[in-house]
């Protein structure tokens, strides 16, 4: 994948849908990326900005996870069908709000393949994407997906930042195989997800949360992006 200029976000040209009166039909922003990469936060300062309803995926109230991060082979399938089940059914409550309200949400739930297609066997894994297929063929799809690429070495620094007990042995291998498996998806993102803008930003060069400057590029570069279903004006 080519490196994304860190004021220079790499956008699919796809054109947005709109409605017959030329406003788009809807606003849905997911923001992804690997562990640590600041998917919450950023999806957080998207909220804020623009008054966007906001869609956190289940962690704090996960209980399998910190299982997980214990012993990845004895409880991936479980995590695995936790996170497509409730993803499933967040997104399925978001339909009925999308008509009328934009969302941002902290996910996309593409990450369930990235995630699987590394935490379970082969056989797991084709049953599991048999499933995935089915179920989410009909689910609610973002319009603008904005990706977070970063080192190994900021994706370690951000999770012990944040101090989550269950991840701060993390294994940097399985980190670092994460980190990779999401630049390879969205190497090909564009074909992948055609209803889609994609946004690529570099988390070791954009500091969103600290730099005024970086915030402000960041949301300039989204504005150009939103469609604007309600009409709302950016809050700055």
């Known amino acids: 994948m080519s490196q994304a200029h860190p004021l220079s976000p790499d956008t699919a040209p796809t054109p947005h849908s709109r409605n017959s009166e030329g406003t788009s ?3 849905f922003v997911a923001v992804e990326g690997p562990i640590g990469v600041g ?8 909220h804020e900005e623009f008054g966007y309803h906001l869609l956190l995926e289940t962690v704090a109230d996960n209980p399998i996870l910190p299982l997980f991060y214990r012993d990845r082979e004895r409880w991936a399938l479980h995590i695995e069908t936790f996170f497509l089940v409730d993803r499933i059914e967040q997104l399925e409550r978001t339909r009925e709000l999308l008509p009328h ?3 941002v949400s902290d996910y996309h739930i593409l990450k369930n393949l ?3 297609r590394e935490n379970l066997p082969p056989r797991k894994f084709a049953k599991y994407e048999t499933l995935y297929r089915i179920y989410t063929e009909d689910l609610p799809r973002p319009n603008v997906i ?10 370690q620094y951000r999770i012990a930042l944040r101090g989550r007990e269950y991840e701060k042995d993390m294994d940097p291998a399985y ?3 994460i980190r990779l498996a999401y630049e390879a998806y969205f190497a090909d993102a564009p074909r992948r997800h055609p209803e889609a803008k994609i946004l690529t930003f570099d988390g070791d060069s954009l500091d969103f949360v600290h730099d005024p400057e970086a915030y402000r590029f960041v949301m300039a570069e989204l504005e150009k992006h939103l469609p604007r279903a309600l009409g709302r004006e950016v809050r700055r």
């Open 146 to 155: 904005v990706y977070l690429r970063a080192s190994l070495a900021t994706l």
């Open 39 to 46: 998917k919450t936060t950023l999806a957080t300062l998207i």
């Open 25 to 27: 039909a809807q606003t």
């Open 101 to 103: 309200t934009p969302v």
């Open 175 to 177: 980190l670092e195989r």
């Open 114 to 116: 990235i995630f699987s």
